[in-house]
């Protein structure tokens, strides 16, 4: 099974709406963490938001917010006020374990977002 | 800002031939990843490094691949003898104190094996 599934490979947007990327996880550990990237056509990957298993609190920074439903395994991104700098590809990634170690990440297939002027 | 670094952006290999890529972590950091993504597929873990060795690898790091930290700076991933599946985004990551804490990624080599 997948770890990571991000059901929808492509997205459009209107500019300076808000768009919501999907991301459901598999894990039976009770800690982990959950990370969004942005992969401009460029290629570097951009770290924009993480989520940690125990925070009570929906993870925001500036026009990024993670809903994040535990009961249901989803970490979706939501993007507000799309800009057209926001097309990309964005990536979920999970974190498993807890304890000392590496923490490998976990990547889905991506959701290539288009912004449309 | 900070930021992982990594050198060279592009590199052109025949198979057969060994390559080294190399990465600077962000100077406080402690812990290593090097990944790699086939062109159009998902970003996949190859190994973990910290303390000095390797903490983690995955079934795609075999006997090919080898990571060194030579200096207190330098991180470097080397492919023995290229194979044309080896044509990939490579990127480095690092995180500070604690595994548990945000991975952050440099700008990736990209590698092209003839």
């Known amino acids: 099974a997948q770890k990571i599934t991000q059901t929808q490979p492509g997205m459009f947007v209107q500019e300076k709406e808000a768009v919501t990327l999907d991301c459901t996880y598999d894990t039976s550990d009770q800690s982990y963490g959950l990370f969004w990237y942005k992969q401009p056509s460029s290629g570097e990957m951009i770290f924009l938001i993480y989520q940690g298993s125990y925070d009570e609190q929906n993870a925001t920074e500036g026009r990024y917010s993670l809903n994040f439903q535990k009961a249901r395994k989803s970490a979706n991104l939501v993007i507000s006020a799309s800009q057209l700098g926001d097309s990309a590809m964005y990536f979920c990634a999970m974190r498993e374990g807890a304890g000392a170690g590496s923490y490998q990440l976990t990547f889905g297939k991506g959701t290539k977002l288009s912004v449309i002027p | 800002e900070p930021e992982v670094t990594q050198t060279p952006s592009h590199q052109v290999t025949q198979m057969g031939q060994e390559v080294i890529l190399r990465c600077v972590p962000i100077?406080?950091?402690?812990?290593f990843y090097w990944y790699r993504q086939i062109l159009g597929q998902k970003v996949e873990f190859l190994v973990s490094f910290y303390n000095n060795e390797i903490s983690e690898k995955s079934e795609i790091f075999d006997d090919q691949f080898s990571v060194e930290r030579p200096d207190g700076s330098n991180f470097t991933l080397k492919i023995r003898s290229t194979k044309l599946e080896d044509s990939a985004m490579y990127f480095c990551a690092s995180s500070p104190q604690s595994a548990q804490e945000t991975q952050y990624f440099g700008p990736g080599t990209r590698l092209l094996v003839l």
């Open positions: 100077s406080n950091h402690l812990y």
